[in-house]
């Protein structure tokens, strides 16, 4: 399988060379941590921050500013992953994960994505209503518009998509900064909020949706790709200033998420808590009380112009996202514009349904619904994500330290923990409340048991398969050779495997190496996309394309140097072809390179290597990269 460039479309199109100061480097760098920024003060943001402010008043800060450090150091292992590796979270979970553990990351992926543009939506459309009477069905149904906004925007080049985010990001500060000043905050309460408490279980419930608010899932996606946008010198030094300067970036971003976070909280804090008002959690009942209470007309408009910006700019992002899961976990591209107006049809659809059966005053229940969502699929983020950047032959030597291993676990422990709590007490309340308990005991329980079986599958599955390639590597002491039915045998027709990833390599030298001049060479490779799995050779998509170009530059190459060698591109399942094309022809070996998974994995889901080697009936050697 080909690995195609995250964003291919933006790839390297800003050139960091060549920049004399360090000045002007730095700013050549900034730009993908503010895209990133506004997904943490999108209007899903807005609920969980204001329902805080007016149930608990400053109680809740701290929470914010644990959520930052988070998001700081998360946002920064995902900036390294797309630096260093030059892949995104999602292609980097295609090649280390099977098929099957793929597809159900995906399907958690876009159910996180749904949720969090049905904010983004849900917000924007609010904001329309408020500032301009636009009644909420159309102004949900206006969002649809902004997709184009985004065709338009990335087809000018990522910068002016950065200059246009960075616009509304300003917007929204500024408008805050007007707001801390009407509402005149008690600076005391501010700082006894930084102070870690939980009042109780409906506590719990908040700051876990402040959490999933926060620390987004789709950014950590998005965030690995966006960095690839930058052309720099790929040597040890040009990686190590990368780095730095995008760490730079995500800090300054980050903290500008957190200002604008932690001002909403305080506005309710202040305004709604202050006044007795504990059960403001409507975005339309805080833009409704502002001006009555601060005794400002500008309060409220400036409320609302906020959360349009925030709407629009969490948006833009958030569909970026889409593409970006799609493109990686299923390595299927279509085009942009029909992937951005599924992504927005797929957030479109439940709002109109909800606002339709439960009416308008339900919005802000399904804010904090979806960021509570958001928090639940963090972990089959968070967790790959670590492993891969402590992986020293993936990141190859820029992996992160211990201490910031320690750091990350600590982190990813915090969030499942917090999760299974919340997910043990649901549960539990709607068994006690259900007047069917039966159906929840067959549905949802066994739904959740098994997610948590995935989780701990992804969490140790690399420590098992790490242990088992250590016991591997020790040599036995007790074998007996005999060589004795000894006789010389030169292998004339050789089969090889390729996926056009760094296992080739290995495996055509040592094929050369068996076969020399004299051998006959056949390279396969099976596209492997959902159009070949269904449309098999009649497929003519792009991956289809790349990959028939690819293998032909394999072919002349060898040509090139004398060598007798064939092609053949085949579609659908890679064991079922390998084994069926291997069987129905003469050779006398067939050599694949392997990336060296094993572990749980291998037991449990299998490979094309373990499926190809029960079913042929020549020797296989396998070339681990």
Known sequence: MSSGKSLEEVHESVSTEGRKSNFRKVLAFLGPA????????????????????????????????????????????????????????????????????????????????????????????????????????????????????????????????????????????????????????????????????????????????????????????LHSSLVQTRKFDRSEKGIKQALKYNFIDSTIALNLAFFVNAAILILAAATFYRNGMFEVAEIQDAHRLLEPILGTKWAPILFAVALIAAGQSST????????????????????????????????????????????????????????????????????????????????????ISKTTQIAAWIIAIIIVSLNAKLVYGEIKNWIETSENPIVIWFTVVPLAVGFGGLLLYIIFEPFVAKARKEIDNHSPHTITLSIENYKEYKKKKIAITVDFTSADEQAILHALDLGGKDAQYTLIHVVETVGAMIYGNKIKDHETTIDEKLLLDYYHMLEAKGFNVDTKLGFGKPGHFISEFINEHSFDLLIMGTHGHKGLKDIFFGTTVDFVRHRIKIPLILIKN
């Open 34 to 221: 503010y895209l990133i920024s506004v997904g943490y003060m999108d209007p899903g943001n807005w609920a969980t921050d204001l329902a805080g402010g007016s149930q608990f008043g400053y109680t809740l800060i701290w929470v914010l500013l644990m959520s930052n450090i988070m998001a700081l150091l998360l946002q920064s292992l995902s900036a390294r992953l797309g630096i260093v590796t030059q892949h995104d979270l999602a292609q980097a979970s295609r090649e280390t994960y099977s098929k099957g553990i793929n597809y159900v990351l995906y399907f958690l992926a876009e159910i996180a994505i749904a949720a969090c543009d049905l904010a983004e939506v849900l917000g924007m459309a609010i904001g329309l209503n408020l500032l301009f009477n636009i009644p909420l069905m159309e102004g949900v149904l206006i969002t649809m518009l902004d997709t184009f906004l985004l065709l338009f925007l990335i087809n000018k080049g990522i910068r002016k998509m950065e200059a246009f985010i960075i616009a509304l990001v300003a917007i929204i500060g500024f408008s805050f900064v007007f707001e801390m000043i009407f509402a005149q905050p008690e600076l005391g309460k501010i700082a006894a909020g930084l102070i870690p408490s939980i009042p109780n279980e409906s506590a719990l419930y908040i700051a876990i949706g402040i959490i999933g608010a926060t620390v987004m899932p789709h950014n950590l996606y």
């Open 316 to 399: 833009i992002t958030g569909t970026l996202a889409g593409q970006i899961v799609m493109e990686g976990y299923l390595n299927l591209r279509i085009q942009p514009w029909v992937r951005r107006i599924l992504t927005r049809l797929i957030a479109i659809v439940p709002a109109v349904v909800a606002i339709l059966y439960f009416g308008e005053s339900v919005t802000g229940k399904l804010l904090i619904l979806s960021q509570v969502i958001l928090s639940l699929q963090l972990g089959f983020a968070i967790i790959p994500l670590i492993h891969f950047v402590s992986d020293k032959r993936k990141m190859k030597g820029f992996h």
